[in-house]
């Protein structure tokens, strides 16, 4: 879906520019999801970025581990289990994509709708990656 393509020209373009020295927050609901796109992330961490996903665990799954990728698990009750977004801030590059599912609970994954916003504006941005460092104690 568009999401997905969304998220894949984000990380695509971290790739590209070598962007390096970020801390990138991403959130798939559940953390088997990630799976799919695990590859691209751990060449993002290569780059010596740190990456925080987000997402409930499923049981009989083990997340694919990695230097620099960190992985918090949500409960179902958690607000964040709702959305998908991805969140990056450097110096010459900031991307902000968070939507929300709206569509019914069970609803089958290929026809899963979502409501979002993508962001470019680096103010926004660093307040948003700010707020999100501050509530996990990330200091650098």
């Known amino acids: 879906g568009m999401l997905s393509k969304w998220c894949a020209m984000i990380e695509k373009t971290i790739i590209r520019e070598a962007l390096t020295g970020s801390h990138i927050f991403v959130g798939f609901q559940q953390l ?3 799976s799919a796109v695990f590859e691209r992330y751990q060449q ?19 997340p694919p581990t990695t230097e620099n990728i960190n992985y918090i698990n949500l409960h179902p009750n958690d607000l ?20 929300i599912e709206i569509s019914a609970p069970n609803t089958p994954h290929s026809l899963r709708e979502f409501r ?4 470019s504006n680096p103010k926004l941005i660093q307040v948003v990656h700010a707020t999100v460092k501050e509530t996990l104690a990330i200091s650098s």
């Open 32 to 34: 088997e999801y990630f």
């Open 44 to 62: 993002i961490a290569q780059l010596g970025n740190t990456i925080w996903v987000f997402g409930q665990d499923r049981e009989n799954f083990t």
């Open 80 to 99: 964040l289990i709702k959305e998908w977004f991805l969140l990056v801030h450097h110096g010459v590059y900031s991307r902000s994509l968070s939507a």
């Open 116 to 119: 979002g916003i993508l962001s």
